[in-house]
């Protein structure tokens, strides 16, 4: 059987044109897609920041417990457990089962221990005797706006307006009533 071979002349020129004419109109249509896929991408960017800082701030106590927790609660009990566990591992005595069966209690029953925590004394004298140093504070305050506010008279001070009465009196009786002056005027 002989092969067949097909030649056909390729128009270089036309299949140039066509590439190009394809090529333009995947350039429109990405376009078009650009412009149609921004505004939604803008508002699922949005929406996704939105969710991110709501799942934040619903997370944010867990984290924050469980990190006082770790501090506060496991990190001594397990430090408690290790020097315990050190301590019954230096006793002399035993097989190595009965040691370590020894190390495995007391690092369990230091683990579970709940350490006692001291109580803070409250001072209830000193408190009532700072109370009691703010409402005279205050009382005495109190005390001296109201008696800043009062009017101040002296007894022995004579009263100043009557002299000016007596002499506004003489200097009005010994003027000239007025229809005199204007006639003395003319």
Request: net charge negative.
């Amino acid at each position: 059987m002989a092969c067949r071979t097909f030649e056909k002349k390729i128009d270089t020129d036309h299949l140039r044109q066509e590439v190009a004419s394809l090529a333009e109109s995947i350039a429109v249509r990405a376009e078009r897609a650009a412009e149609w896929a921004a505004p939604r991408m803008g508002r699922a960017r949005a929406e996704v920041v939105k969710a991110a800082k709501e799942a934040h701030s619903r997370a944010q106590p867990v984290v924050d417990e469980a990190r006082t927790r770790v501090v506060e609660d496991y990190a001594p009990a397990a430090q408690r457990a290790a020097v315990a566990a050190q301590a019954a591992a230096g006793a002399d005595g035993g097989t190595l089962t009965e040691r370590a069966q020894r190390i495995a209690a007391a690092a369990k029953n230091a683990a579970l221990e709940i350490p006692e925590v001291p109580v803070k004394k409250k001072h209830p004298v000193l408190k009532t005797l700072g109370w009691l140093t703010l409402a005279g504070a205050a009382a005495g305050a109190v005390y001296v706006v109201w008696r800043r506010s009062q009017p101040v008279e002296d007894p022995w001070a004579e009263e100043y307006w009557a002299d000016s009465d007596e002499g506004e009196a003489v200097t009005v009786g010994d003027a000239a009533p007025a229809g005199e002056a204007a006639a003395s005027n003319q």
